[in-house]
């Protein structure tokens, strides 16, 4: 059972930047990809970026431009860098895994991370 451990939320007023993190306790086919989704309150949850270990990526096209998803195979991390925050990025972000970037979101899931932007 793969645990995936995301740290890095927070506090941020907007137009700010945060940097999460999601460490994976081993490397296994099912981190093929990573990547990350969020569900805002009241909202169903959506996808925010995902790679592979390759490092081919996809984004929900309204956070491509300000939010980068990157990735350290060594240490079975992946990172989502988020800049120019909005208060409508306010939402709990989840990491999770899958065998492709197709199949992200079937894998494991960590318990997530709030990140709340400020007006």
């Known amino acids: 059972q793969v645990q995936l451990v995301e740290s890095g939320g927070g506090l941020v007023q907007a137009g700010g930047s945060l940097r999460l993190s999601c460490a994976a306790s081993e490397s296994s086919s099912s981190i093929n990809a990573m990547g990350w989704y969020r569900q805002a309150p009241g909202k169903q949850r959506e996808l925010v970026a995902a790679i592979t270990r390759g490092g081919f990526t996809t984004y929900t096209n309204s956070m491509k431009g300000r939010f980068a998803i990157s990735r350290d195979n060594a240490k079975n991390t992946v990172y989502l860098q988020m800049n120019s925050l909005k208060p409508e990025d306010t939402a709990v972000y989840y990491c999770?895994?899958?065998?492709?970037?197709?199949?992200?979101?079937?894998?494991?899931w960590g318990q997530g991370t709030q990140v709340t932007v400020s007006s």
């Open positions: 999770t895994s899958g065998l492709t970037l197709a199949h992200i979101g079937y894998g494991y």
